[in-house]
């Protein structure tokens, strides 16, 4: 329990950090060049999927509940590749940035220059709590709050996407720059290709899940600005920080689910299932109750405060952006087991599946009905992705001995 809470702290921290960071933007800049900061976003989280996928992940999976000297070497050589894969994402960004030009182009190159010392600070994070030490994570990802404050009041000044960026990304430096003092290491020069050997395995399943996962949102997004307008990527991404304080409790859930459910796995083999169950179960029930909240006691004088002129047509997609958030917490559960398990085919056929109908919901609602029929469509697809992420983890699940066992390939 300890550990479960340090880790919705630190998800608390991080998710209204930007949370506010998205309020700010949206009252201070128009519905389009926020729809430029929403794809900004979006390519940040790109890049921090594909670093988690090659790092994270499997450090999470393999060394959670080891001896500090494993641990130590495991996280040398994951935050040599995490900055690696920030390096590589942020010169696709700034050559993206340079050749696009214009505002997009501008906030694309302050982007690849923040991308991987970004990464280098989600990985402490993944590496503390792996370690069973939430606390430290906390700690971290409050020096990114505090530096945030003075980074936005002078980004406040300029009012401009580029900005913002910067302000958000130098405070995150900071951050993983302490990181440093308190892991008491630094990545392992070269370690990367050892990682990637030893951890391929898991590596490139996971990195094709989770960049099917993000690509799909990437792509989304993408296409409704293209389909209907940077306007309604703008309301899209309003309608996403409404949302955005519970799903501080979603992801913080994540941070710890996996490591948790791999001590569940190794001490009990047999309470997998129910262990993930009650995690997938309670976040959805969790997300119903704040949607319900927002749509039944948020006065409209609020929602103007907080966004703008972007809360009048975000207002209207609270409902089935609840739905779509109750059907991934409820799939978090089974994604946790399926990780834990070391299940990465099976993971990564359910997310293939889970990514197309997300795509085909978000794209073909956008045509029909622009930002209202894209959220739709994407809450189908979500609710579909849950329901075949549970059939693979109970089938998994079954093929598993009744004796304890540390690691199940798929």
Known sequence: MRRISWGLGDQAVS???????????????????????TLAWVTYTMALNLARGLASDPLTVRFSDVSHASWQDAVRQAGSTA????????ALALVGGVAFGGPIGTAF???????????????????FFAAGRGG???????????????????ASEHRSVSAYIL???????????????QARLLPKPGGTRAWLRQHRDLGVRFTAENLSTNASGQLRMYGVGAIAGLVEVGTIRGAELLVGPFLALLMGMNLVAVP???????????????????????QALAALAWGAGLLLLLPDEVGVRLLGSVWEPASALILPATLSVASAGFASGGAAGLRALGAARRSLRAQLVTSAAYLIGGLGGAAVGGALGS?????????????????YLLAAVREIAPSPITQASR
Do not use: K
């Not at 900055?83 to 942020?90: F, P, S």
């Open 15 to 37: 998710s209204l950090t930007n949370f506010a960071i998205g309020v700010v933007v949206a009252r201070s800049l128009g519905g389009e060049e926020f729809g430029v900061f």
């Open 167 to 181: 302000a958000w990304g130098l405070s995150g430096t900071v951050a993983a720059a302490v990181g440093f003092v």
């Open 83 to 90: 900055l690696l894969t920030g390096g590589v994402t942020g």
């Open 375 to 391: 959220s739709w469509g994407v809450a189908a697809a979500t609710l579909i992705g849950a329901v075949v992420r549970w059939a």
């Open 136 to 154: 430290h994570a906390l700690v971290n990802d409050l020096v990114w709050a505090a530096a945030l404050v003075p980074a936005m009041l002078y």
């Open 260 to 282: 948790e459910a791999a001590r569940v796995l190794r001490r009990a083999p047999h309470r997998l299932s129910r262990f993930c169950l009650y995690l997938g179960g309670g």
């Open 109 to 127: 190159v302050v982007l690849g220059f923040l991308l991987p010392p970004l990464m280098l600070q989600d990985c402490w994070r993944f590496a």
